[in-house]
């Protein structure tokens, strides 16, 4: 059983910037690491996500403001975001797989999920 623990959300203004992190326990190798968000009434949605290898991909309103990040020694994974929106305000779930994959691809289905963290962009 790997468990996610998330940290670093909280209140900003818009146009600033927060970091993430994520800490996934045991001595497990996990493949793929991944923010996740999910703003009230809407669905969840992936925002960033990395490979063991550090192959990333983002969502279109993440790139350019946001860069994943990991370490694989530590299984921890980062998300720094900048330039921050209110449409940003949502809950962070971290997620993880431990399926290796060909080609750089991330999960379609994650194992693992965190408890979530609140980021809220606002005046």
């Known amino acids: 059983q790997v468990l996610l623990v998330e940290s670093g959300g909280g209140l900003v203004e818009p146009g600033g910037s927060l970091m993430l992190s994520c800490a996934a326990s045991?001595?497990?190798?996990?493949?793929?690491m991944g923010w996740y968000r999910q703003a009230p009434g809407e669905r969840r949605e992936l925002v960033a996500g990395?490979?063991?290898?550090?192959?990333?991909e983002y969502a279109e309103s993440a790139a350019g403001r946001f860069t994943i990040t990991r370490d694989v020694t530590k299984n921890t994974a980062f998300l720094h975001m900048n330039c921050l929106k209110p449409e940003d305000t949502a809950t962070y779930y971290c997620?993880?797989?431990?399926?290796?994959?060909?080609?750089?691809?991330?999960?379609?289905?994650?194992?693992?999920w965190g408890q979530g963290t609140q980021v809220t962009v606002s005046p």
């Open positions: 045991g001595n497990k190798v996990l493949y793929a």
């Open positions: 990395i490979t063991y290898h550090g192959d990333a």
């Open positions: 997620t993880a797989d431990g399926t290796f994959l060909s080609g750089g691809v991330l999960p379609v289905e994650w194992m693992y």
